[in-house]
């Protein structure tokens, strides 16, 4: 049980096009989902947390223009990627929580996103 | 603010030996504490957790942590380790009540030599 898996594993595109990244809880609703960026060898850095039908919390210093995320669903979080750059380039980590009973957080696979 | 340490970039241990990867936080309140393991080029996998009760907490794998409220440490252990137990461990501490939030460690990658 609380599975999530993401899409895609992997993306490559050139700058100044938009990517989107989907997270889903395939076997549990998650009232709250987290979205991370990992730059290699160094820890997850929380960029947003998005609660199900409601706007997306960023941490300070993450642009809400940039990174678009949306919680349509208690299944579903997208987060997109504006107009990409190099810059970007990164390890995406998702994570969804809110089970009942549970504290943890359960985490996606991943998305490798590397921008020409 | 919450926060959890990691003093150790790398630990090194030989297939069959007992593992310690160090974790120290710093909380006000009841602190609730986690571990999980990332393999490379993958999401984090949940390996247990201490919320309250027993100070020795057993999870996946045949790994254990114990809670050591006066010294505000959570070791992660493991008797015998494996040299697929290599990878990269994360400690983390829930960012305070009302909230889901986790504040994550800089990591200690395990190296397990055959």
């Known amino acids: 049980g609380a599975v999530v898996s993401q899409h895609p594993s992997w993306v490559i595109c050139k700058s100044g096009t938009s990517v989107k990244i989907e997270c889903r809880s395939l076997d549990f609703q998650a009232t709250t989902m987290f979205w991370y960026r990992q730059f290699p060898k160094q820890s997850l850095m929380l960029m947003a947390t998005?609660?199900?039908?409601?706007?997306?919390?960023?941490e300070q210093g993450v642009e809400k223009d940039k990174f678009l995320i949306n919680h349509a669903s208690l299944t579903l979080s997208t987060l997109t990627v504006t107009s990409a750059h190099p810059e970007d380039s990164s390890f995406y980590i998702c994570?969804?929580?809110?089970?009942?009973?549970?504290?943890?957080?359960?985490f996606g696979p991943g998305t490798r996103l590397t921008v020409l | 603010a919450q926060s959890v340490a990691q003093p150790e970039d790398q630990v090194n241990v030989a297939e069959g030996n007992p593992l310690t990867v160090k974790c120290t936080y710093s909380?006000?309140?009841?602190?609730?504490l986690f571990w999980y393991v990332q393999y490379p080029n993958r999401g984090l996998q949940f390996l247990l957790k201490?919320?309250?009760?027993?100070?020795l907490v057993k999870g996946s794998y045949g790994f254990e942590a114990e809670f050591n409220k006066s010294q505000t440490s959570f070791h992660l252990k493991k008797p015998s380790a494996l040299v697929s137990d290599s990878a990269l461990y994360f400690c983390a501490v829930r960012d305070g009540l009302g909230t889901d939030k986790l504040i994550f460690g800089t990591g200690t990658r395990l190296q397990v030599f055959p």
């Open positions: 994570s969804a929580g809110g089970t009942s009973g549970l504290l943890e957080q359960f």
């Open positions: 998005s609660n199900e039908g409601s706007k997306a919390t960023y």
């Open positions: 201490y919320i309250t009760g027993d100070n």
């Open positions: 909380v006000s309140g009841n602190p609730y």
